[in-house]
Every structure is written in structure tokens, then in C-alpha cells.
């Protein structure tokens, strides 16, 4: 799967919004985490702006940024031959951002999400305006010789599943640990939490404990 891959197979905004924030609270819980895991979600990043982001920790990451106009996507595969650490001058892949609205042009110089001289940490872009019916993206090639060229796969390849169950295969195999599918398909539909929904991802986890976190992280009804 590359970037192109990606566009296609996301779902629509407001679909995608519920889906990030569901893997962000699902993390909360399974890790018991205060700072979150894998996943998380800010639903006050910005003025008027929410974000998701994925960081494994090895320097692997993406942030999709929720803003009045639509949205912005980012990732990062420090294993990439596009990464813009790859030559001796930082530089953005070619093609990244070409075509990219006027409405996201702050968040590729956005310095969180930059590295030196201002340059975009990134291997893979998207966005998508609110008045859009597809997910857009740069014209970009891709060197030979890579079956995942851009890191896209593996930095997205759950969020494009979008479903409970591969959720489930990733964090069971993360947090080496056998996890109910019943219930997180619960979180992942953003039901309201209960105690017997935590204990069953999480022994010992009081729900009161969780509960603000994932308030904190723009889940319903906490």
C-alpha cells in the first residue's frame, strides 16, 4: 500500500474522526497509560483544531489534523528511502505537496511536525477539504525496488482497516496479551465506558481512574 492506496481506502471525515479517537481510547485503557500509547487523540490540539496521532517510540509516527476547512495527514518512516533525512540536504520527497490547498499550507511548516530549516518530517501526505468527495494527494514517484516505499502500510495500515478486528491483531501482538474482541468493538463503537468493559481490556483498572483521560481525549459520555 502506498499513499495512493491510503486515499482510497479512508473512509469519510467524520468516519475517520470517530476511528481516531477510538484507537486513542482503546490505547488509554489497555495500556493504563495516563500519557496514552500507541495512539492518541488531542481534541484541543489547536484554535478550533483537533489532532490523532501514531508514535511506536523507534521514531515511526503520523498526526491527522481535524480543522474547520477539512483535513491534514502526515506520516513518517524513518526506514523510508523518501524520508527527507535520506541525502546530505534535508529535503521534503518531490511531489509530497504538490497541489496542497491554501487552507493546510501552515501545517507542512507547522514546526511540530518539522525538522530542520522548516523541512516537513514527513514520507507521506494527504488531506481532504470539507467540500472534497475524495481524499487528496500529492503526484508523487516512488523509488524502485521498495514493497513499501513511503512507510504508508505500516504507519497506516490499521487506521485503513478500520475495523475491531484488526485493531485487535495489532494490539495483542503489541501488548503481548489476549484481548476480547466483544469489547473492543464496545470502545471502538464509542459506547459509554463501564467497569466490566475496562476490566475485560484491563484488570484492575478502575474506571474512575480512566474515565477523565479518556474524557481528555474527546470520548463521549466520560
Not at 35 to 55: I, R, V
Not at 60 to 86: K, L, N, Q, R
Not at 114 to 123: M, R
Amino acid at each position: 500500500m502506498t499513499i495512493y492506496d491510503l486515499t482510497r481506502a479512508l473512509p469519510d471525515i467524520a468516519t475517520l474522526r470517530e476511528r481516531c479517537r477510538a484507537m486513542a481510547a482503546l490505547e488509554l485503557v489497555i495500556s493504563g497509560n495516563g500519557e496514552g500509547g500507541y495512539f492518541s487523540y488531542d481534541p484541543a490540539w489547536g484554535d478550533g483544531e483537533e489532532a490523532a496521532f501514531m508514535e511506536n517510540g523507534s521514531g515511526d509516527e503520523y498526526a491527522i489534523v481535524f480543522t474547520a476547512d477539512g483535513v491534514f495527514g502526515c506520516g513518517f518512516d524513518h526506514e523510508s528511502p523518501m524520508s527527507p533525512w535520506g541525502d546530505e540536504d534535508t529535503a521534503l520527497w518531490p511531489g509530497l505537496v504538490d497541489g496542497i490547498p491554501e487552507a493546510f499550507g501552515q501545517l507542512v511548516t507547522e514546526p511540530s511536525f518539522c525538522v530542520e530549516d522548516g523541512v516537513l518530517q514527513a514520507t507521506a501526505v494527504f488531506w481532504r477539504e470539507n467540500g472534497d468527495t475524495a481524499w487528496r494527494t500529492g503526484t508523487v514517484e516512488f523509488p524502485d525496488g521498495h514493497a513499501d516505499p513511503d512507510g504508508t502500510d505500516y504507519l497506516f495500515k490499521i487506521l485503513a482497516a478500520g475495523t475491531p478486528e484488526a485493531y485487535r491483531d495489532f494490539a495483542e501482538d503489541y501488548y503481548e496479551t489476549d484481548l476480547p474482541l466483544e469489547a473492543i468493538r464496545h470502545v471502538w463503537s464509542l459506547r459509554p465506558l463501564t467497569q466490566e468493559i475496562v476490566d475485560a481490556l484491563n484488570p484492575g483498572l478502575p474506571l474512575e481512574a480512566v474515565g477523565p483521560r479518556l474524557g481528555g481525549a474527546g470520548y463521549p459520555g466520560v
